[in-house]
Structure formats: C-alpha cells, structure tokens
C-alpha cells in the first residue's frame, strides 16, 4: 500500500463547476499537508498548506483535512479553463524545511469552456 | 524575485553517462531539495541539502549524488545513467526553520536517457 493515495483521473468539467479532489493516506504521522498545481512542462506551484484538521479557505479554493480518517480533499469553486493542470496532495511529518514530501500521483483536471 | 532557476531546460544523454543538473533557490532560501518526477507519476524525494551538507536521503542509489556550494546553489549528479532515469528532475528550495512551508518548486530539468 502506497503512503499516499491519489486518483489520477483524467478528470473532465464543464467551466463554473465544483470541483473536488481527494487524497487518502496510510501514516498517522503526517501533520503537514498540501496542495500542488502542476500545469504541463511547469514545476508544481504551492496552492494551499494546512497543517490541523478542519478547513481553509483561499478565494476559490477550499482545503479540507480529516485526520481521523486519513483524508485530504481541495475543492475549487467556478472553476475556469485555466485551473486546467495537475493537482498533486503532499504531506510531510515534520514542520519548516526538514522534512521531505510525500507526493500523491497527481489528478489531471480539465476545465471545459 | 527569481525563484528556482534550473539548468539546463532538457537533456538527452546516452546509458552510461554522467549528467550535472544545476539549481539556484530562491532568494533568501538556503535549503534545497531534489525530487525525481517520472512520467504520469508524483514527486519522489532524493534528498536535501542544508549548510552544504546532505540533511536527508530518499530510497535513492548511490549513482545520485549532490552537492551544495555556499551561495546556496546546489547541482545534483548521476552517474552511469540508466533508461529508468528519464524523468522530469525538479529542484526545490525553501527557508530554514520553522513556520509556514516554503517549499518553491523550479521548473525541471527533463533528462531523457537513449
């Protein structure tokens, strides 16, 4: 069993739906978890990073964490044909920089107009 | 404010060759990670630099190997490439110590091996 859970997809929507992506994950000790945007030929960029369960907003995007269960969720409101990209979760163990993240394999999101 | 600078942009090399990819982290990092993307696949971990020294390694061999000059820069080597080694190399930088996770991502290196 993989420490990070992701549905690849291909994951196709109509332009203004909700969209929602998903990660499980097997180690209890992750306490860090985030969200990556990876558009084609790009680096992943930083979307959203929580650390507690609960939620947090960032203007269309939602990060949803359930610790009890083990589960991540991003949910992103009107989406728009440029939110087409990638979405990798992460989570890491240790807080500031000395931890190494462990990726889920990416969900690819296409935003029909 | 550049961010992650990698270099260079693609690569093709032949099995058995030696390649050096280079990364300059964001102004005001001083950490810098290195992570292998294969195709249709998620970031894997080779390891961390910090104060020049290798902090962390991911279940990578000894054929990886990196360094880490004092302007922070960082270049990561592997030797006697193997056709498993084609992937998307992307280098990340972030401050040292606590707080809010900084982790900046450049843009890759593809390194196709023939």
């Known amino acids: 069993q993989k420490e990070v859970e992701q549905d690849p997809g291909p994951l196709s929507v109509p332009e203004g739906a909700i969209v929602s992506l998903n990660c499980t994950y097997s180690n209890s000790a992750f306490q860090y978890f985030m969200w990556y945007r990876q558009y084609s030929r790009k680096g992943p960029e930083l979307l959203m990073y929580?650390?507690?369960?609960g939620n947090k907003e960032d203007g269309r995007f939602t990060a949803q964490v359930d610790k009890s269960s083990k589960y991540i969720s991003l949910f992103i409101r009107d989406s728009q044909p440029s939110d087409s990209a990638t979405y990798l979760c992460?989570?890491?163990?240790?807080?500031?920089?000395?931890?190494?993240?462990?990726f889920g394999k990416g969900t690819k999101l296409s935003v029909k107009p | 404010d550049a961010g992650v600078t990698q270099s260079p942009t693609h690569l093709i090399k032949t099995r058995g060759q030696q390649v050096t990819l280079r990364c300059s982290p964001k102004s005001g990092h001083d950490t810098v990670s290195w992570y292998q993307q294969a195709l249709g696949q998620g970031p894997q971990f080779i390891f961390q630099?910090?104060?020049?020294?290798?902090?962390q390694r991911g279940n990578f061999p000894d054929r990886f190997s990196g360094h880490q000059f004092p302007n922070y820069s960082s270049e990561l080597n592997v030797n006697a490439l193997l056709l498993g080694d084609s992937a998307l190399y992307l280098c990340?930088?972030?401050?040292?110590?606590?707080?809010?996770?900084?982790?900046?991502f450049g843009s890759g290196t593809r390194l196709t091996v023939v």
């Open positions: 630099y910090y104060e020049e020294e290798e902090r």
């Open positions: 992460a989570m890491v163990i240790y807080g500031g920089s000395q931890g190494n993240l462990i």
């Open positions: 929580t650390y507690s369960s």
């Open positions: 990340a930088s972030s401050p040292s110590g606590q707080g809010d996770y900084g982790y900046t």
